[in-house]
């Protein structure tokens, strides 16, 4: 996951390949509860591991469920059911910004009983909960609200047991403001109905209703059958009484996937398959998948069978769209974005209830994609998109995320934009609410628009130039590659090998098939983690015997090249700015005196208990400066447009702050 403060996304040009989705946030919390709620042991595949189920499994276990990982997987997990016991009380519960936890947790735990204490983030706070409250008290159960009335927190006050249910009436609640009161009554209700049948009743009209169909579908997979009548009356026999299958397979999210699909949509065909989906197909129980239709309308291509979509260009331009997206309040977020590609103005309707979730939805999309170049029009329950006039029209941007998941998403879609101007996600670590690692799973199959942005951080032996390039790479969350790495591993792996260090030829073959990962500030050759060794003195001298042979350089040069991946690169060496990446948008030609390299390898030395004479490594550093210089091969030198940064007063932030400057200088943003 990028925890960077912000995320710059290259322009993107097309994607392809394979991608394999996280599970479906909708179905994990469900099953999650359900399982909770029945008898026996429930193993739960494929499960989203995400802030969202997150603080639903942490609200379970304080329940007293029995909650087990599987050993070394995220995505499974192990629930036993409280199979009709009490939950542990008092509890407070944390359930961060998961409404798919704090709706259905409310309902189950006032008809459990017990003494506990919902709460959430700030914004969980201004999100409603007042009708579903109000349904709960009207059977009988003991809630109070204990911030602004109709929000969470909230406590339910049942220290002496679950008060006698009012179920003669049908149970009313209204189904205008949010589907999950009706998820979290017929989540619970089957609780009370051993007895006797129990009757919902829908108030107003029901939105989100897709959400109801999973419900249902989850409902019967845990023994109980509820008849639905229309979208207004849904009965649950007398009997029922929830029972584990004993293992479920979450399909892969839906709503995660229109940003796959949509990119597919908008990229340069390339002749390839086109983006390839895995973990959900057209028969996807998620009422999200209906998003291929909208998909489909505005051109896009998207196949698929079971377990699988595909996803491509159609039309282009996309065509145009007036549609009513009741059905699919959170992927329609992502038609928004394809908006931006469309042949003239799109009308998305009917999503009031976007300004209750992870932020006003509808304003916060108004502005950002204001910022892009649309011109926006919004209303209660609408939001109108006319594009920017093709590539003049679109601006670069730096994009707000207000803390929602989607938003962050949603904004890397502008980067396929024809102007190929960058765009930047500020807190991108958002997404952890339902997909952590999106932006990962989104550069490793995106193609960019342009070369892949490089810093370059060159300058001799002991400048620093490994802690700068390091904490820059840091910052921004890019790759970083230590290419003095490179050839001390070479030099490692050949004398393992056995070959000799004026062996050019075969230094050369082994450079250019070198096994190595860099990983977690980590290096390792063969599956090997050879940290260590690469730093021992031994590796560093047979490293400089290798170093100046042409055909070892050559060798390593594809290497190098190769690491600048999407989001960026930043590369520490001696020769990144003149010729590995000599087109690198950024080169920083990193300098101290040679009393201050003296001085802090006499620090690192004596840190290591070992003794050293500051006069005679100075010496030893001009000297080795004069030969980096003068040797024929790749000598050390700045590159004509490289900044030059002599850190000799500086401490490392300011370093980093001057380079992260000179960056944002170059940006457009
Ligand atoms: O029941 C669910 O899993 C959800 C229902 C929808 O909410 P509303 O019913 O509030 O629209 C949706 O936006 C949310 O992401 C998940
Ligand atoms: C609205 C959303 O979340 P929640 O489940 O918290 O309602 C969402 O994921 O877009």
């Given at each position: 996951m990028f925890t960077t403060e912000f995320l710059d996304v290259p322009a993107l040009r097309a994607v392809q390949g394979r991608v394999r989705l996280p599970g479906s946030k909708s179905i994990s919390n469900r099953v999650l509860l359900l399982a909770a709620l029945s008898?026996?042991?429930?193993?739960?595949?494929?499960?989203?591991?995400?802030?969202?189920?997150?603080?639903?499994?942490?609200?379970?276990?304080?329940?007293?469920?029995?909650?087990?990982?599987?050993?070394?997987?995220?995505?499974?997990?192990?629930?036993?059911?409280?199979?009709?016991?009490?939950?542990?009380?008092?509890?407070?519960?944390?359930?961060?910004?998961?409404?798919?936890?704090?709706?259905?947790?409310?309902?189950?735990?006032?008809?459990?009983?017990?003494?506990?204490?919902?709460?959430?983030?700030?914004?969980?706070?201004?999100?409603?909960?007042?009708?579903?409250?109000?349904?709960?008290?009207?059977?009988?159960?003991?809630?109070?609200?204990?911030?602004?009335?109709?929000f969470p927190p909230l406590r339910i006050a049942e220290a002496a047991g679950v008060p006698p249910l009012a179920l003669d009436a049908p149970?009313?609640?209204?189904?205008?403001?949010?589907?999950?009161?009706?998820?979290?009554?017929?989540?619970?209700?089957?609780?009370?109905?051993?007895?006797?049948?129990?009757?919902?009743?829908?108030?107003?009209?029901?939105?989100?209703?897709?959400?109801?169909?999973?419900?249902?579908?989850?409902?019967?997979?845990?023994?109980?059958?509820?008849?639905?009548?229309?979208?207004?009356?849904?009965?649950?026999?007398?009997?029922?009484?929830?029972?584990?299958?004993?293992?479920?397979?979450?399909?892969?999210?839906?709503?995660s996937a229109s940003y796959f699909i949509a990119a597919g949509a908008l990229s340069a065909p390339e002749g390839g398959e086109g983006l390839v989906i895995e973990g959900l197909g057209l028969d996807a129980v998620q009422g999200d998948i209906r998003f291929v239709e909208a998909a489909r309308l505005m051109g896009a291509d998207v196949q698929g069978g079971s377990g699988w979509l595909r996803a491509r260009r159609g039309a282009w331009p996309l065509k145009a769209v007036d549609l009513d997206c009741n059905h699919i309040p959170d992927a329609a977020m992502t038609l928004a974005m394809m908006a931006l590609y469309a042949d003239g103005p799109s009308t998305l309707r009917n999503i009031a209830s976007w300004r209750v979730k992870e932020t006003d939805r509808i304003a916060a999309m108004t502005a950002e994609l204001r910022k892009l170049g649309a011109a926006v029009e919004e209303g209660a329950d609408f939001i109108r998109i006319t594009p920017p006039a093709l590539a003049g029209g679109w601006r670069a941007a730096s994009i707000?995320?207000?803390?929602?998941?989607?938003?962050?998403?949603?904004?890397?879609?502008?980067?396929?934009?024809?102007?190929?101007?960058?765009?930047?996600?500020?807190?991108?670590?958002?997404?952890?609410?339902?997909?952590?690692?999106?932006?990962?799973?989104?550069?490793?199959?995106?193609?960019?628009?342009?070369?892949?942005?490089?810093?370059?951080?060159?300058?001799?032996?002991?400048?620093?130039?490994?802690?700068?390039?390091a904490a820059l790479a840091a910052r921004l969350g890019w790759h970083y590659l230590d290419s003095g790495a490179l050839y001390r591993a070479t030099a490692l792996a050949a004398r393992q090998a056995g070959v000799a260090l004026d062996d050019e030829a075969a230094l050369a073959r082994l450079a250019a098939a070198l096994p190595l990962r860099f990983e977690a500030g980590r290096v390792w050759l063969d599956g090997r983690d050879v940290s260590e060794a690469l730093r021992s003195e031994q590796t560093g001298m047979d490293a400089s015997a290798l170093a100046p042979l042409p055909a070892v350089r050559a060798a390593l040069l594809n290497l190098q090249r190769g690491m600048a991946r999407l989001p960026g690169l930043v590369a520490d060496g001696?020769?990144?700015?003149?010729?590995?990446?000599?087109?690198?948008?950024?080169?920083?030609?990193?300098?101290?005196?040679?009393?201050?390299?003296?001085?802090?390898?006499?620090?690192?030395?004596?840190?290591?208990?070992?003794?050293?004479n500051i006069a005679r490594l100075r010496d030893d550093l001009q000297a080795r400066d004069a030969r980096d210089a003068s040797r024929a091969a790749a000598p050390l030198k700045a590159a004509q447009d490289a900044l030059a940064l002599d850190n000799s007063c500086l401490s490392i932030e300011q370093s980093v702050q001057q380079v992260l400057d000179w960056w944002q200088d170059r940006q457009p943003f």
């Amino acid at each position: 996951m990028f925890t960077t403060e912000f995320l710059d996304v290259p322009a993107l040009r097309a994607v392809q390949g394979r991608v394999r989705l996280p599970g479906s946030k909708s179905i994990s919390n469900r099953v999650l509860l359900l399982a909770a709620l029945s008898e026996g042991a429930t193993r739960v595949r494929g499960l989203l591991d995400s802030d969202d189920t997150r603080v639903m499994l942490q609200a379970l276990a304080q329940m007293g469920c029995g909650v087990r990982r599987a050993d070394g997987r995220a995505d499974e997990v192990l629930i036993e059911g409280l199979g009709g016991r009490a939950p542990a009380s008092p509890t407070r519960l944390f359930l961060g910004n998961a409404g798919t936890a704090m709706r259905p947790l409310t309902a189950a735990l006032a008809l459990l009983g017990g003494e506990h204490e919902l709460s959430g983030v700030a914004r969980m706070h201004e999100r409603p909960i007042g009708d579903l409250v109000a349904a709960l008290r009207r059977l009988g159960c003991r809630i109070e609200e204990l911030g602004q009335p109709g929000f969470p927190p909230l406590r339910i006050a049942e220290a002496a047991g679950v008060p006698p249910l009012a179920l003669d009436a049908p149970v009313r609640v209204r189904g205008d403001v949010s589907s999950q009161f009706l998820t979290a009554l017929l989540l619970a209700l089957p609780l009370a109905a051993r007895e006797r049948e129990v009757t919902v009743q829908v108030e107003g009209e029901l939105i989100s209703r897709p959400y109801i169909h999973i419900t249902l579908a989850l409902l019967e997979r845990f023994g109980v059958a509820v008849q639905r009548q229309g979208w207004e009356r849904f009965v649950i026999p007398e009997g029922s009484r929830y029972q584990s299958p004993g293992e479920v397979l979450v399909e892969a999210d839906a709503s995660s996937a229109s940003y796959f699909i949509a990119a597919g949509a908008l990229s340069a065909p390339e002749g390839g398959e086109g983006l390839v989906i895995e973990g959900l197909g057209l028969d996807a129980v998620q009422g999200d998948i209906r998003f291929v239709e909208a998909a489909r309308l505005m051109g896009a291509d998207v196949q698929g069978g079971s377990g699988w979509l595909r996803a491509r260009r159609g039309a282009w331009p996309l065509k145009a769209v007036d549609l009513d997206c009741n059905h699919i309040p959170d992927a329609a977020m992502t038609l928004a974005m394809m908006a931006l590609y469309a042949d003239g103005p799109s009308t998305l309707r009917n999503i009031a209830s976007w300004r209750v979730k992870e932020t006003d939805r509808i304003a916060a999309m108004t502005a950002e994609l204001r910022k892009l170049g649309a011109a926006v029009e919004e209303g209660a329950d609408f939001i109108r998109i006319t594009p920017p006039a093709l590539a003049g029209g679109w601006r670069a941007a730096s994009i707000c995320t207000y803390d929602d998941h989607r938003m962050a998403m949603c904004a890397s879609l502008a980067a396929f934009n024809p102007a190929a101007l960058p765009v930047r996600v500020q807190d991108p670590k958002c997404v952890a609410k339902t997909f952590p690692d999106y932006f990962e799973t989104l550069f490793a199959a995106a193609r960019p628009a342009r070369a892949v942005p490089v810093i370059c951080i060159d300058g001799p032996t002991a400048s620093g130039k490994g802690t700068l390039a390091a904490a820059l790479a840091a910052r921004l969350g890019w790759h970083y590659l230590d290419s003095g790495a490179l050839y001390r591993a070479t030099a490692l792996a050949a004398r393992q090998a056995g070959v000799a260090l004026d062996d050019e030829a075969a230094l050369a073959r082994l450079a250019a098939a070198l096994p190595l990962r860099f990983e977690a500030g980590r290096v390792w050759l063969d599956g090997r983690d050879v940290s260590e060794a690469l730093r021992s003195e031994q590796t560093g001298m047979d490293a400089s015997a290798l170093a100046p042979l042409p055909a070892v350089r050559a060798a390593l040069l594809n290497l190098q090249r190769g690491m600048a991946r999407l989001p960026g690169l930043v590369a520490d060496g001696r020769d990144m700015g003149t010729v590995v990446f000599a087109d690198a948008p950024l080169k920083v030609f990193l300098t101290a005196s040679a009393e201050t390299r003296a001085e802090r390898r006499y620090k690192q030395l004596a840190a290591k208990g070992i003794s050293a004479n500051i006069a005679r490594l100075r010496d030893d550093l001009q000297a080795r400066d004069a030969r980096d210089a003068s040797r024929a091969a790749a000598p050390l030198k700045a590159a004509q447009d490289a900044l030059a940064l002599d850190n000799s007063c500086l401490s490392i932030e300011q370093s980093v702050q001057q380079v992260l400057d000179w960056w944002q200088d170059r940006q457009p943003f």
